[in-house]
């Protein structure tokens, strides 16, 4: 069974940084890319941040590009987004998907929980 | 970067009717399109890839179409269990862009 768990939100102060972690099981994590997707309290889906299979290619919305890096440990089946210099515009339930191909250019057939974040002093 | 729309924002329908959603690409994305249905407090749910490619184990009173800009989601006799904000997402290339949802209730 595919599961993904995504840990590591909490409640964070301005200008702060966090990680993200998402912990994936029941596929060969390798193979597939692995994209974030956050929802602000009562709004749309806003696709963040996506990482090839292999680790070697990265995306990034403009909204979170330079303050957000994002990588994989395929040893741990575990991919992490590290935000810095975070702001209220980025306070969301920050859900990671698994794609169906190995390119973050593809659609996502298993979403996590998601975990919340809120950033407020 | 290439925008998504989709009309209506909202709507309302009986049970048993016949609901089409819009999705617009600003550029073209051949059918790199893709439907997810979102029930309220739950994960989003792949419905239709491919535009037109039923996600295993998706009724197949939901369909899609479209190519290029145009594309459609279409329930064909909506049900209750039906209720749920549906967004369109565009995955061609980065970035993966969503529509900003169309809420669909029951009259």
């Known amino acids: 069974e595919v599961q993904l768990l995504a840990s590591g939100g909490g409640l964070i102060q301005p200008g702060g940084s966090l990680r993200l972690s998402c912990a994936a099981s029941?596929?060969?994590?390798?193979?597939?890319?692995i994209s974030w997707v956050r929802q602000a309290p009562g709004k749309g889906l806003e696709w963040v941040s996506g990482i090839s299979g292999t680790g070697g290619s990265t995306y990034f919305a403009d909204s979170v590009k330079g303050r957000f890096t994002l990588s994989r440990d395929n040893s741990k089946n575990t991919v992490y987004l590290q935000m810095n210099s975070l702001s209220a515009e980025d306070s969301a339930i920050y859900y990671c998907?698994?794609?169906?191909?190995?390119?973050?250019?593809?659609?996502?057939?298993?979403w996590g929980q998601g975990t919340l974040v809120t950033v407020s002093s | 970067d290439i925008q998504m729309t989709q009309s209506p924002s909202s709507l309302s329908a009986s049970v048993g009717d016949r609901v089409t959603i819009t999705c617009r690409a600003s550029?073209?994305?051949?059918?790199?399109l893709a439907w997810y249905q979102q029930k309220p407090g739950k994960v989003p749910k792949l419905l239709i890839h491919g535009a037109s490619t039923l996600q295993s184990g998706v009724p197949s009173r939901f369909s899609g179409s479209g190519s290029g800009t145009d594309f459609t989601l279409t329930i064909s006799s909506l049900q209750p269990v039906d209720v749920a904000i549906y967004y369109c997402q565009k995955y061609n290339s980065a970035p993966l862009t969503f529509g900003g949802g169309t809420k669909v209730e029951i009259k």
């Open positions: 029941g596929f060969t994590f390798s193979n597939y890319a």
């Open positions: 550029q073209g994305i051949s059918s790199y």
């Open positions: 998907a698994k794609g169906l191909g190995a390119v973050p250019g593809t659609k996502y057939d298993y």
